[in-house]
Structure formats: structure tokens, C-alpha cells
């Protein structure tokens, strides 16, 4: 299991990005993130094994420069959006998904753009 998180306070800080399982179906056993990341900014990764799971770890990562922007994700009802807010890399595709709670339905996007797709893209 793969995170990544921001914040000052080990109890308190925020999820960047999560993964367990970069491929599930082919049972590989590793995680794998693609996530936009500011310059200059402190970012906690925490790696897990599943289930207690012990061993080695490899940790791997790139850097390329891009413009990042920050996404503001908001509910206007009963439900969840993925991904949350937070930073994506210019010219990127980001796929909205909204899941109402029960008893609810998903009605439209609003806001910068408007539209009825769910996923959005």
C-alpha cells in the first residue's frame, strides 16, 4: 500500500494520493502513484504491507516539469466525487465521478463547465 500526504502533524495530515495495487487483476503485489506535486513543498510518503505483509521496499520516482493547477472539488448534495481536489498537471485528462449516497441520484455538473456525463471527462 502507497500514500502520499501533505501537512505539519504526523496524526493530522491530508491525503495527496493513495494506491493499493497498481494492477489488481494481475496480483503483481505493488503500488504505484502518478500524481502532480508542487515545488518546494513537503510531501510525506508512508508504504505498507497488506495484511501485515513484511519485506523489502523499492521506491521509485520522476520528475518532469509542467504547470500544475490546483482543482476545487465541492458537493452540492448527498455524495462523493473523485478524485478530490487537488493538483493536476496542465493538459491532463481528469475523469470527475460522482456517486451519490443511497437514496440519491446524480443529476449535473455545475460550475466552470456544466454537463450531465457521469464520469465526466
Known amino acids: 500500500m502507497l500514500g502520499l500526504y501533505t501537512g505539519s502533524v504526523v496524526t493530522n495530515l ?4 493513495s494506491n ?4 489488481p487483476e494481475a496480483l503483481l503485489g505493488f503500488s504505484a502513484l502518478t500524481q502532480a506535486v508542487r515545488s518546494n513543498q513537503t ?6 504491507g497488506f ?3 513484511s519485506g523489502n521496499v523499492s521506491l521509485s520516482y520522476s520528475f518532469t516539469p509542467a504547470s500544475v493547477f490546483s482543482l476545487t472539488i465541492n458537493s452540492a448534495g448527498d455524495g462523493q466525487v473523485t478524485p478530490p481536489s487537488g ?4 493538459n491532463s485528462t481528469v475523469v ?3 456517486t451519490p449516497d443511497r437514496f440519491f441520484e446524480f443529476d449535473s455538473w455545475t460550475g466552470s463547465f456544466a454537463a450531465n456525463a457521469n464520469p465526466y471527462r
Open 51 to 53: 495484511d501485515g505483509a
Open 20 to 23: 493499493d495495487d497498481a494492477y
Open 96 to 98: 470527475l465521478t460522482g
Open 14 to 17: 491530508t491525503t495527496v494520493a
Open 87 to 90: 493538483d493536476v498537471v496542465s
Open 43 to 48: 510531501y510525506y510518503i508512508a508504504i505498507d
